[in-house]
């Protein structure tokens, strides 16, 4: 009998259409360079759940612009909200396992840089207890 997922094993493996897994996850956000109208900042992707994540989805709101991405791919970027989406060699990441993407942003009036309002595969991040979340309690 076919997996929920549309797999007839089951697997969660991501195929044309389907939707990332649910997740429990951690997202870190460094700045890793700065120069007067930049910087190179870097997004740590953990998983903290005992089911291995086949595709991953990012969103944020971000006082910045980002100019440059490698490791993801921008979906959409509207006003200061970003959604961001695993490429096609970092979207499978196994229990207890992290990826890492980065980009290039802009850095004008010393704004703060910083990640707000992330979500992880729609999970709220830093604001939901992830334990409760694997059990579907939000």
């Known amino acids: 009998m076919p997996g929920g997922d549309g797999n ?5 493996n991501p195929g044309a259409g389907t939707d990332p897994d649910p997740i429990i996850g951690d997202v870190d956000f460094s700045v890793r360079s700065e120069w ?8 740590g992707i953990t ?11 990012l969103e944020f709101t971000a006082p910045f612009e980002v100019n440059n991405i490698w490791g993801g ?13 695993s490429a096609e060699w970092d ?15 802009t ?6 840089l910083t990640l707000n309002n992330v979500e ?7 604001t939901v207890d992830q334990t409760a979340a694997s059990s579907g309690i939000v």
Request: net charge negative; no cysteine.
């Open 8 to 12: 007839p094993d089951g697997s969660g």
């Open 36 to 43: 007067n109208t930049g910087f190179t900042g870097n997004v």
């Open 47 to 57: 998983n903290t759940g005992g089911k291995a994540i086949n595709g991953w989805k």
């Open 73 to 85: 791919k921008i979906l959409s970027h509207e006003g200061n909200q970003y959604t961001i989406e």
């Open 91 to 105: 979207g499978f990441i196994a229990p207890g396992a992290s990826i890492e993407l980065g980009f290039n942003g």
């Open 107 to 112: 850095n004008s009036d010393n704004m703060q």
């Open 120 to 126: 992880l595969n729609d999970v709220p991040i830093g």
